[in-house]
Structure formats: C-alpha cells, structure tokens
C-alpha cells in the first residue's frame, strides 16, 4: 500500500514537473474548475520532495530482516512430530516417566477424599480442529522430576516465589495408562505433592541456567529419583529423550533429537526436540544412559495464529525454516547445590 501510494505521489510530482519545465498551458490560478498554480505543486508546498520519495520507495522494497527470536518459535515441531504417549513406549522409559510430575493451579484439582481429579479444557479448546490428542484435557503448565525422595527438580521460571509452591499441586505421572483411557484425570492421593518451600532457585544467562530444587511436604514412595549427570557436559551429537507434560496434556516421550550444540556460556545446550509450554522443567535425558542432560528451559511461542481457520496452529520447522531450538539448561550447574549430596 506504501509503494502504491509513494508511486502515485512520484506521477504526480512527475507531471507537474513536466508541465512548468515545457510551458504547458496552465489554467489560471483561481479558474471556476481548475486548482490555483501553488496547488499543482502540492507535493513541494507540503515539504516532499523526489528525494524524500525515493528514499521511502527503497526502504519499502528493500528485504525486511527481523530478529529471528521474534518471529520463530524454538518450541515447536521439527519436522514429523515425534511425541508418543507414555504407555506405548519401552518399560524403561515408562518407568522413568513415573518419577515425573506435572505442576497443578490448585484451581484445577479437586480433593475427592482417597483420590484427586484434575480438571480443565480440551487440547481443541485451545488449539485448531484436528490437531493430535485434541480431546485430551490440558492441565499442567510446567514439569519436574524427583532427585530424592522428597526433592522435586524444575525450571526457575516455573515457581519464583513461595506464592508458586503455596497455589500449585505437583501431581505425578499424569499419563494415559492405554489409548481407551478415560480415567487418567483421576489420580490416586499417594501421587499429589504439595511443594514446602523452594530450596535453591537459580536463573541466569536469560535462563541458560533456569533450575529450581523443590522440597515436598512428604517424602514420595515406589517412584525413584533420577540419576543426574552433574559432573561432565555432554558432546555434540549426543542422543536425547524428552519426557514431559507437553503444551499441559498428560505425558508425552519425544526422542530423534540429538545436541547441536553446546551453548557459547557452555551453560545450556540446544536440539530440534519436540517441546511446548509445559513442557518447561521437564529433564532431557541421554538416551543411551537415562541419565539426565538437562532441564527444558528456553523458548518461544510454539503456535502461530492462522488467519485462515481463525484459531491457534502448531509451528512446524521444516528444514531450511532457520527455527530457533529448543534449549535445555545443563544439569551439571547443579552440581554445586548442597541440597543434591552425592547423587
């Protein structure tokens, strides 16, 4: 619309200036019908001249480059979505997954007495129609994983205050035990926690380090904790797996995503895992060991809104997108923490 308009402008500029230079019959100023002289050269009585112009007519044209931060998302889809439900992947994976748990607004989780029932929208509430696990209820917006028996591991920017530990439940293993699940919303007391008080909060870097260890209000049993790799970073090429509570559905197992790199403060690392909003505090984990790597930290906007449909879409970064990665705060800035002792 800018260059439509700048290029009417430079016509008519263009013409007046063609019709004072070869003495074109010009009406007289003040004829019934006809514009007064100065107003023919209204571009230059209103300050605009041929150079002004053309400096806009090159800046319209010229390739816009923008912040790749603001405008793609490294939470996303890396090509084929490779998110699988929990049950459906190898037991020792399952039993990993036991160890993680899903942070709950006390909003949407209710006490029934010898169990708890979470409570909240569809996927399709919030996404496009015909997107995957649309009818699964969304609940937690970030997730942790148990270090020792009553130490709960998650991202800084997930709980900053006592406040966070105080109006947010820890529910573990908010998964779907087969594909005709229709109970995974109701959860037995012994996997609701209840956060006592954040033991060591650490973010820096704009969250290269992004860690923050959690006391329970009880110590949980029959789940163990994860093994860390607090003493070593790990190479680039490195195998991973992601488990967490992906964009708030019950439990999803990513994989086919190895390091790319190793973050310039050697704080944080990157790949083209399959994460969302929730899955932030998940832990990444080295999928020969299962030891974890790293704690799902960074991220931008994961969904983009489609015009088209009027509704919320998934980012898919094919290759040659140029999307920003996703990034995990290593493990091993814990290493330090007193709380952790030999792990």
Known sequence: ?????????VLMFAWAKFDLAYGLEQPRAGSAGFPAAAAV?????????????????????????????AVLPSRAIFGKDDRQELFSVPDRWREIGRSLAGK??????????????????????????????????TVPSCTGFLVKPDLLVTAAHCIKAQEDCDNFKWVFEY?????????YTKVGADRVYQCKKIVARNYQNFGDIDYAILQLDRPVEGRKPLKLALNSQPAVGTGLV????????????????PI?????????????????????????FDSATGEVLGITSSGHADHFHDGASN???????????KCNLSVASGIWNLKSEPALGAN
């Open 260 to 284: 790319l790199h190793i973050k310039p403060s050697g704080q944080a690392f990157d790949s083209e895992m399959d994460t969302f909003g929730g899955d932030s505090g998940s832990p990444v």
């Open 104 to 137: 709950v607004s006390v909003d949407h989780i209710t006490d029934r007495g010898s169990s708890w029932e979470l409570h909240g929208d569809p996927l399709s509430a919030k996404e496009c129609p015909g997107n995957r696990f649309a009818d699964q209820i």
């Open 41 to 69: 050269q209204a571009p230059e009585a209103q300050g605009v001249d041929l150079s002004s112009i053309m400096t806009l007519l090159r800046e319209e044209m010229r390739p816009k480059t923008v912040s790749s931060a």
């Open 311 to 321: 509704c919320r879409q998934l980012k898919v970064c094919q290759p040659g997108d």
């Open 175 to 183: 998964a779907l035990a087969s594909q005709s699940d229709k109970n």
């Open 242 to 257: 992601n488990i967490g509570n992906s964009n708030g559905l019950p439990l999803k197992f990513k994989d086919s995503a």
């Open 1 to 9: 619309m800018k260059i439509l308009i700048a290029l009417t402008i």
